[in-house]
Structure formats: structure tokens, C-alpha cells
């Protein structure tokens, strides 16, 4: 609602009796001598926070990513709870554990019946758009408009599906990453002033088969980049796994994800393992070039259209992802490098310039968060909590110290066994369980890199068995049902 605009007209304006029945609660929980924010949430596919050089990476430079830190607040301990694309997507907009809302893999459709963010704030007078990836085969219910790629979708010329002709397919020229955002810029462009918006901008990329916009990749071609200190992890002492997961650059990367190039004929071990990193990396980093470019782009539409006040902007990616750490590509294991999701945060007068935070948040928890800052009653079977506090810089009393993650596709492409596991802002705990029976222990003081399984190291065990504790207590929580299928019902898959 404009600043200066009465609530009546307001209630004319929007017109619907629905909407009008519930806007005291709109207007006085959120009002707050404000009106209520626009929410643009933007998530890229696979970008992991260590190539966001505001979360100190050695490899590549954000600057627009930077620029929104600086300008908001960067979290530096939020987490997923299942490390894969369409899971945690529906994590994200129900604001539950996948066995609630029923997306534990990625070969399920989720079910577009159930509550979602954008259904919850319709009511109170929000416009929803969804632009980009969606990737979870339903047609996409709650926003009144949505313009998706089918699928993966495609880096260059990409098809999209919208709401008046779906199932059906619109080809638009140009770069994937670009056509999204104008899509996105176009929307804000055009929405009714009157109405906050909830823009859902999900780029493709970076995701794997790494296809980058010439002019970045002419930046890349010729980089040396830094390699990761873990990069010839042998694994000794970890799950067996871990030892049979499916996605090592030396025996497991696919020629594609090298730019259609094979290896040098001969090339073996260390050297092979160097060449592909080499290879992967300045793909995957031209890549996201494009995506701090774009972020430019959609930083300066709000200023100028003045929009920037207004505006939550959130920045994140569904998971993140290997780059070489553990000798790996792709993602999927609770380890730190992709079970972290980058997440940065802007909403000037509100959230401190340049503030970082340390707790830990879940992606089941930007639901509710949106909904807290659109003074909308949080579901009670919602699962994640509202940090709307945090970002204000004050943490609520009895704010999580321990969060759960669960794993379930397998058998599946890169073969990485189901899991569950707890992590605290010092330890971790991992339970394999599907074809295997073994559990991995993290001390993440004194081996962040996670290279130690101390699950059998004597001066772990009081820590370990208080850890299970917990675990199962968390399970009970978020009523993780018992037992747990070894193997859930397989369909088909795809390559990446
Ligand atoms: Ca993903």
C-alpha cells in the first residue's frame, strides 16, 4: 500500500471481500509505521557461498553480490536440509521438511495442492510471480504469474512455459541468465504500485552442464585457478559412502561438464584430476559472472525505479556445491561446502549495512521469515522459525543451536547413499543408512575441512553419544517418520 493511501482506499483499490477481510491484521502486525515490503528473492542453482568473494573465495570475484552485503546482511552458517535442486526448492516455499511435503528427491512432482508462500500471502493483498527455474514437473500454483523453463532449462535461447498456454513452450533469444532477469525487471517494472509483490527470480545457472556466456567465459579461458586445499582427499578413515560416490573429477566428470573437451590422451591421476579442475572451474565461474552481472542489473532497476527502500532483496542458491573440494563435483553430502547456502539480505532501514551473522537459519526457515515481515500468521505446521530478529540484529532467546539434514536419492546419478545427520555450530553426525550402515564424525574446530572421521576416536564418544541423542530427539521434532524406508520408490532420473 502506498504510504499516504487510506486503508479504505486501499480496500477499493484491491476490490476482492477476501482480501479486505483480512487486512487489519495486514495492516497493524505489519504496519509498524511502514508498509509492507516487497520480497524479491533471487536463487541461483548450485552456487556455492566460497565463490562469492564476500565469503572470501580464492577463486573468482562478485562484486554486485558484495555490493548487496555491504548493504544488508551476509549469513555464514545457512544450511539446507536436503542438498539437492527440487527438494529444497519445495523447502523453500512450504516451509517444511521433504517428508511433509513429499519432494524427497528430485524424480517426484511435488504436490501443488499443498500451502505455499505465495498462497499464504495472496490473501493480504501480495502480486506472485515465479520467473526462471522451477524444476518441480507440477504446474506452479500460488503466483498470478509465472513465466519457467521446462525442466533444467537451456543456457542459450531457453524455452519457457506460462501460465495461459502450460504446457506449451515460448522460445526467447538470448542468454539464459540475461532473459530472466529482464523478465524479472520487466514484472516489477509493470506491477501495480499499490500491491507489494513476491518476485521469485530462480536462475538457471550455474548448473551443471556449465555453459557460460561468451564474453565471461573470454575472461576465464586463460585463469589459473586456485586449487582447493582438499582436492586430493584419499578419503582414509571416511564411510565407504563416501568412497563409492559417483562424482570425482578423476573417474567420474563427463566431457560436457569440460566444455565438450576430452582429456590430453594419457593424462592420469593428479594431472588428470588438475586438468578437469581447471577446465570445470573457469566454466562454472563464467557462469557465475553472469549471475553478479545480473544482480547489477536488478540492483540498479530498483534504485532507479525507486523500488530499493521498499524491497527485501534476498540472495541465495538451492544448495552449494562441490568446486574440486574432496576431489568432487556436484553436491548432495551433508559436508560444509554443500550443505552451506550462500544467503545475503538487503532491506535498507532495517537489516544493519554489512552485518554478517553466524546463526544458523535453514532454507525451511525463508518462508516463514517472509511471511513475519508481511505480517502474516505463521502456519502452525510450518517447521522452519522466522528470523525476521536477526535480521533487526538482535537473536531470539532459545534460537537453534543444532539443525537436521536428510538425504534420500538413491540409487541415483552419482550414487551417494541415503543419509541423516546433525550438525551444531561445532560438530557434525552423519548416519549412511541405505545400502550401508556407517556414520562419520566432524569436529569442526579442529577439522574444518572435514578430512577426520573421529566416529571412533575415544575422546569423541561422550560427544558422539550425546549427538545421537539429539539427533533422534530432532527426528521426533520435525516427526520424521520410523523407520525410515532405506530406499524410497525410484522413477526416472536424468543425467545432471
Ligand atoms: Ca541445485
Known sequence: MLRNQSRRDFIKTVGAGAVAATLPSWIYSCGRGQKPPN??????????AHAISCYGSRINQTPNLDRLAAEGMRFDNCFCTNGICAPSRASILTGKYNHLNGMLDNKLEFDGSQPTLPKLLKPVGYRTAMIGKWHMKSEPTGFDYYKIVPGQGKYFNPDFQVKETWPETVTESGYVTDVITDE???????????????????????????????KHWKQFRNREIP?????????????????????????HMHPLDTGGISPPEGLKGKELIRWRYQLYMRNYLACIASIDENIGRILDFLKESKLEQNTIVAYTSDQGFFLGDHGWFDKRFMYEESLRMPLIIRYPGLVPNGSVSKEMVLNVDFAPTFLDFAGVDIPADMQGESFRKILRGRTPRHWRQAMYYHYYEYPAWHMVDAHYGIRTQRYKLIHYYG???????????NDPRELKNGYNMPEYQATIARLKNELYALQTYYKVKKPIPKQIEKSETSLF
Not at 520480497?39 to 556455492?48: K, Q, T, Y
Not at 586430493?232 to 568412497?243: C, H, I, L, Q, S
Open 39 to 48: 520480497i524479491l528473492f533471487i536463487m541461483s542453482d548450485d552456487h556455492a
Open 184 to 214: 524479472a525487471i520487466q514484472y516489477m517494472q509493470n506491477a501495480d504500485r499499490r500491491q507489494p509483490f513476491l518476485v521469485m527470480c530462480h536462475h538457471k545457472a550455474p548448473h551443471r552442464p556449465w555453459q557460460p556466456h561468451p
Open 227 to 251: 586449487e582447493p586445499p582438499t582436492l586430493f582427499d584419499d578419503y582414509e578413515g571416511k564411510a565407504e559412502a563416501v568412497k563409492n560416490a559417483e562424482m570425482t573429477l578423476e573417474h
Open 435 to 445: 545400502y550401508t550402515d556407517e556414520w562419520e564424525f566432524f569436529d569442526l574446530k
